[in-house]
Nanobody, 127 residues
Framework: QVQLVESGGGLVQAGGSLRLSCAAS????????MGWFRQAPGKDREFVIV????????YTADSVKGRFTISRDNAKNTVSLQMASLKPEDTAVYYC????????????????????WGQGTQVTVSS
């Protein structure tokens, strides 16, 4: 089992930046694909970005491409989401997720692809 805990959310003005962290415990995430998703009120949870288990590949949703990046620190067993040029439409609860036993360079964008989820952290972008 893997437990995931997100942190770093908050209120930021449009155009600002924010860095979210996801701390894992229970097992290492160094060999797992790690993704970030978000869910705005009244909407389905949507894919944001993923880092392959190998760390060599990423896949990013068009809505955040060029603004959001993902990274992993294997020594700390954490994954981070760096968000820049934030827009009000980025307002949502952000979740990190881990996938067991995926392809080494696989990038996964479906919620059903992931086996472990954090509880989420709220990001609010004011206009």
């Amino acid at each position: 089992q893997v437990q995931l805990v997100e942190s770093g959310g908050g209120l930021v003005q449009a155009g600002g930046s924010l860095r979210l962290s996801c701390a894992a415990s229970g097992r290492t995430i160094s060999s797992k694909a790690m993704g970030w998703f978000r869910q705005a009120p009244g909407k389905d949870r949507e894919f944001v970005i993923v880092l392959s288990a190998s760390g060599r590949r990423t896949y990013t949703a068009d809505s955040v491409k060029g603004r959001f990046t993902i990274s992993r620190d294997n020594a700390k067993n954490t994954v981070s989401l760096q968000m820049a040029s934030l827009k009000p439409e980025d307002t949502a609860v952000y979740y990190c997720a881990a996938k067991d036993f995926g392809a080494w360079d696989g990038c996964y964008s479906g919620t059903k692809d992931y086996d472990y989820w954090g509880q989420g952290t709220q990001v609010t972008v004011s206009s």
